[in-house]
């Protein structure tokens, strides 16, 4: 059964501190996804990794920085964490054919 | 400029009615991906349908990419089907979504 996992679920930071949100699939895709998902504004890609160390920008990256040094694993980093980084952010890897999603992480700056 | 419009934002049926969701997209693609999301919940890959008809039990796809359009038909929709439909066209290697048909099924 394909599978994306995200770690942690739920997380509560102060403004200014620093967030890792990590991100893992068991099917050995090339690329891998991170989406922010806000009511009323849908999901918005935040960066994009076509393979390790392949990285590039999506349509919102300003705030993050990621990092792929193995094909299973894929990080959001947030410096400095701001609160209008409040979202749920979504982890997703893709085959030829369709994306897959993992369980999403609800992050809260305070 | 939202790529790809959904129809209707929200629907609200009665348990066994038929329901019909709508995806127009603004540029060429030839993937179309259906997912399911419950409120906070992870978006589930119902159907992926670059081109014409595709069914996966009550669920029916419909894409016509000459006219950039895909619609999602679900039948004898029950309770358990309340939600939010995104649709979502790739392009590039980039899929983009729509703000998805909220759909809310009464008994």
């Known amino acids: 059964d394909m599978k994306v996992t995200q770690m942690p679920r739920y997380l509560i930071k102060r403004m200014g501190e620093n967030v890792l949100l990590e991100c893992g699939q068991d099917?050995?895709?090339?690329?891998m996804y991170w989406y922010r998902q806000d009511p009323g504004l849908g999901l918005q890609l935040i960066y994009i990794s076509y393979d390790v160390d392949s990285n590039s920008e999506g349509d919102i990256p300003k705030g993050y920085r990621v990092s792929r040094k193995k094909r299973e694993h894929f990080s959001l980093i947030l410096d400095s964490a701001k609160t209008n980084q409040t979202s749920v952010y979504f982890c997703?890897?893709?085959?030829?054919?369709?994306?897959?999603f993992g369980p999403g992480t609800r992050l809260t700056v305070l | 400029e939202q790529q790809v419009q959904q129809s209707p934002a929200s629907l609200v049926l009665q348990e066994a009615e038929n329901a019909e969701l709508q995806c127009s997209f603004s540029?060429?693609?030839?993937?179309v991906q259906w997912f399911y999301q419950r409120p906070g919940g992870r978006l589930v890959s119902l159907l992926y349908?670059?081109?014409g008809t595709k069914q996966s039990g009550r669920l029916t796809s419909t894409t016509v990419i000459k006219e950039r359009r895909s619609s999602l038909h679900i039948s004898s929709s029950q309770i358990t089907d309340s939600g939010t439909y995104l649709c979502?066209?790739?392009?590039?290697?980039?899929?983009?979504f729509g703000s998805g048909t909220k759909l809310t099924v009464e008994p």
């Open positions: 997703a890897s893709r085959d030829s054919y369709e994306q897959y």
């Open positions: 349908n670059p081109s």
């Open positions: 099917m050995s895709h090339e690329t």
């Open positions: 540029i060429f693609t030839n993937q």
């Open positions: 979502a066209m790739s392009n590039y290697n980039v899929l983009y």
